[in-house]
């Protein structure tokens, strides 16, 4: 499914611009503050897919204005840190939040739905502090979290043979398969397709309820010489860990005994 996350946060306001860093506080140490990511995850909910971050700091004297804006880094499975961008970007990101005037600290809590299953995420905050027509600035990283991959599996085995069939074709095709996450798969009706080229030679499903399972499937009899072309669950309806074991493509030949 797409990438869509959104962010849960208020009092979201623009920090007047054309300051320069000239004639600003000294911020001190605790001044400025992101807590670690907490991720929470889900086999079956994608919104549930999560990630929270609290931002604080407080007001340094003499200080006129002062706020910070926060950026969402994600690294993929097995790839690098990467700030999100365009259209994955969350709703209010990148705005900078400011403080109420007079007001000792500025707190806001980021909640951040919908993330990838496997990936890691935090939290990037730019914080300023405006006073005589200068600003101090300064960044912090929060400590990542991961999304756990609670995702179910289908998949292919590579059994696969045709074999005669009494009832409902003139063959019925042997179809290895192999599930973990079962939880998640209860109740599932898991659609398989049996191809020769264009020509749809099977179709049936299967709801996953062991391990390891063999599924026969009642069809017309493909062409030798021909390969057969094997699919689990075309249309995306579960939303599977592994995507590569979904395909098969075989010989068209009698299951081997």
């Known amino acids: 499914m797409p990438f869509v996350p959104v962010l849960a946060a208020a009092g979201l306001l623009a920090l ?10 000294t911020i ?7 807590s670690r990511g907490v991720c929470t995850t889900s086999a079956t909910d994608p919104q549930a897919r999560a990630a929270s971050f609290t931002v604080r700091m407080r007001d340094v004297p003499p200080t006129s204005s002062y706020g910070f804006a926060v950026r969402l880094e994600e690294r993929l499975p097995g790839g690098r840190w990467k700030a ?3 259209a994955a970007v969350p709703a209010g990101f990148g705005d900078f939040v400011t403080a109420r005037s007079g007001a000792p600290s500025l707190s806001r809590r980021f909640n951040v739905q919908g993330l990838h299953a496997g990936s ?3 939290l990037r905050a730019t914080y300023k502090w405006m006073a005589f027509g200068g600003y101090r600035a300064t960044e912090r990283v929060s400590k990542a ?3 756990k991959d609670l995702r179910p599996d289908v998949g292919l085995t590579g059994e696969f ?9 003139e063959v019925a095709y042997r179809i290895g398969l192999a599930s973990d996450g079962l939880d998640a798969l209860k109740g599932v009706d898991v659609p398989v397709v049996v191809r020769q ?13 062991a391990a390891g399972e063999v599924l026969l499937v009642p069809g017309r009899r493909c062409v030798q010489g021909q390969p057969v072309t094997v699919q689990l669950d075309p249309d995306g309806l579960v939303d599977d860990r592994v995507a590569t074991d979904d395909v098969l493509s075989a010989p068209c030949a009698p299951v081997s005994r």
Do not use: D, E, F, M
């Not at 001190?28 to 992101?34: E, I, N």
């Open 16 to 25: 007047p611009g054309g300051a320069s860093a000239v004639s600003a506080p």
């Open 28 to 34: 001190p140490a605790g001044a400025s503050k992101v």
């Open 84 to 86: 999100l961008k365009g």
């Open 120 to 122: 890691s995420y935090r």
């Open 145 to 147: 979290c991961k999304v």
């Open 161 to 169: 043979g045709w074999q005669p069939s009494t009832a409902g074709g």
């Open 197 to 209: 080229g264009q020509t749809v030679l099977a179709t049936g499903s299967v709801r996953p309820a």
